[in-house]
């Protein structure tokens, strides 16, 4: 698809040169066969450094778009960047890719589902009951249960074990809303990377990224029904206790632990080997390493102890 | 089976004419032919304004059975109507319906399961192992991820996405308890209905009625590991952020947003466009529209930030 | 595997007599052809009543292992024996077990998965996509719906209903953590066991027990989306509401009732008819029976209604 007829489906007026578009990205990562976006004029310096071939904005944000950078023109750029992503996003399988290859050594139940162009490394167990989407790679001696769905384009290391249930890839939660209050699905077109030696627990649900990679690095392990929203990304060897939530963008430092039913809100940054007590809210980002959180607000856990006894005491 | 019949199985006195009863339903929304029940004193006048053709009743209600309706006499209304409902309960599944219809261009996996009476609409892609049960029924271009279940009876609209994992129309959690304190099931013998547009994350679960439908009304959006319990009706275009959980019988209007693990109790009425922050906890009506709020107890989002502001002067 | 081989494994000072060694159990259970392990100093009361064959200790403990029982001396006892637990985990499946067996009557779809060594009971239902586990046994009449998932060595009862997409058997979330802060898995090797009469939720997650087993007694009702976790005992007839969390280990009365999203720290006793309100968090043990409570942390139901008024109060 080429920006004039991106421009004609989202009705943009096109400054600049056409050129063949390759996919849509943040102003960030953005590269110059690329399509990205601003909905805010508070990213106008992010326009401004962008290496995106053509970004999508309005009438605030247009003058900011950089020299040979070309420039659609809309009115609501997240709506049409939502529309948009639908026409990016990949078909869910794809029969001309090549028949899933399965590695020496592994035992793949006649009862699972590899789509085409999956990869299974070696001495894998892949359980009844399992998908493994188009593109999705699996490493050497990673067991997977029953009824575990990983969506197309992901990557999960060797020596990695999913419990039954989980669901790798699925959408992140992304929308955008128009003024009569009507939704319109943003297109979920990252990946989720699990990296080596992880452990994930039984109906946990891994969002894959907008753009980009949700990802679960080296070692960390995950206890049950826990969340864990697009574009997260979990520091080396932290522990994700059952039925927490991270919501998206979050980024852990490596041994971080969080206790059950323990959330973070989203675009935060938590520091390495930060303990998140059971229940804890995590609606800030925490810069020092290494101290104990309890509560929502969160404080720090002494503070919460504090606090209990002064609770306490008011009520006697 | 006939009233005699069903007098016999919860040994009832019967008052009023034998008839053959087409199904169980709430005084509210029963019909000549369906039997109904009161449990509490505090339901005489639905027990006066219903269409009921009969009403399980108690001695201390018995006198308010309308002319015309029949009565049935019992000791524990509630646990005689737990012991009915597994009669009027349709078995899971049922070989003399027709063998399920696929629509034109709609790819269903051969690792699906359509139970006899399913019907898929056009152009739906329904992945491996997915269920989806007797007479229940797809609409057109709908996507069905891996591992979703849909029970028996249930309907989802078109143009929806139902990730993997998900469950449809599980019953209710419902159950009557006797004075020894053990529970007897009450079977869940009403349906779900989506409506058109919809997208519901992986993992998440919602209940099929107790009796009549749990609605979930165009464009909602729900994200992942998300609980609906029976009865409820959710507004169009309402947003459901991960691991909220929202008890039976409550009815909202449209455009609500629940924040992630927030929740409400049963039986409420949540206006259209309110927001309830992360982690709320509704235990009351909302009736105003257009309000924010937070906490638990749950109060105005502004009013809890003050509280928040004395909880942390009440530290220094 | 002998004391000798498994010395050289952990690599340990092997003090007494050689044997082969049957399993590895807690300090409590272990019998004579066992091995056990003490982790911590404060348990040297339980290393002296031990009837293990044979205990891990480290320097500050192996004087108090008892006459006749052997002792392999250690750095790091949990790390040695999350390292052995996974030789004494038997295989995910084995196909030297029988072809599974299925009772009269029993309906069990061609698209679930029985592996050698499962036990079906009369009269089931197992529907599409289920997966029953390496010697597991499921009672008479009993019903299992779509993608439920029993891992091996489990033992389901009669008249038990499993909604869709349930996981039983799951690995409990265990694991050794080093100085450098890596974790090395312990393998779950206890089991499930759900006695007669149960009905569990869609999305719920009960973890096999690391030793022994996690037991759900008869009567019980657990809703969707709940996690209980390993080594747990739910008392008769006791109610769990949706998204509620059990931590590891702890042990309930019957007709325990806990609210929606409740929860429980590990280790803990939870008096019979104790009811725990929605939100619950509960950290210490409950001794008493009959009462209910509210709040986090947790305080008496009446208490917590007074703190409320309070904090209204302070906010005027």
């Not at 998206?248 to 959330?263: F, L």
Request: glycine share 10%.
């Amino acid at each position: 698809m080429d920006l004039k007829e991106i421009a004609l489906i989202i009705g943009a007026e096109l400054i600049g040169e056409n050129f063949e578009v390759s996919g849509m990205n943040t102003l960030k990562d953005a590269s110059k066969s690329e399509l990205s976006f601003v909905s805010n004029s508070k990213y106008i310096k992010e326009i401004q450094d962008s290496n995106a071939g053509a970004i999508i904005v309005d009438k605030t944000t247009k003058d900011f778009v950089p020299d040979g950078c070309a420039a659609l023109v809309v009115d609501g750029v997240y709506w049409q960047m939502a529309t948009l992503s639908k026409y990016f996003a990949p078909n869910i399988e794809d029969e001309t890719l090549a028949l899933a290859k399965i590695g020496e050594g592994s035992k793949v139940s006649s009862k699972a589902e590899l789509a085409n162009g999956a990869i299974i490394g070696k001495n894998c167990i892949i359980m009844a009951h399992v998908y493994i989407g188009a593109n999705s790679v699996i490493g050497d001696n990673t067991i997977i249960y029953p009824s575990v769905t990983v969506y197309r384009d992901c990557k999960i290391g060797a020596n990695c074990i999913i419990h039954a249930n989980a669901t790798i890839g699925g959408d992140g939660f992304g929308f955008a809303t128009n003024k009569m209050g009507e939704h319109k699905k943003i297109y979920q077109n990252g990946n989720v990377v699990i990296e080596d030696d992880v452990e994930i627990g039984s109906s946990t649900t891994i969002d894959r990224a907008a753009f980009a990679t949700t990802l679960i690095k080296k070692g960390v392990h995950i206890d049950n029904l826990v969340q864990i929203g697009h574009n997260s990304i979990i520091g080396e060897y932290s522990i994700i206790v059952a039925q927490a939530g991270i919501s998206g963008s979050t980024t852990m430092g490596r041994n971080v632990v969080m206790g059950g039913q323990s959330a973070t809100a989203g675009h935060l940054t938590i520091a390495p080997f930060t303990t998140m007590a059971a229940r804890s809210g995590v609606t800030k980002s925490i810069k020092e390493s290494g101290l104990t959180f309890s509560g929502f607000p969160l404080m720090e856990h002494k503070l919460w102890l504090k606090l209990q006894a002064k609770i306490a005491k008011l009520m006697q």
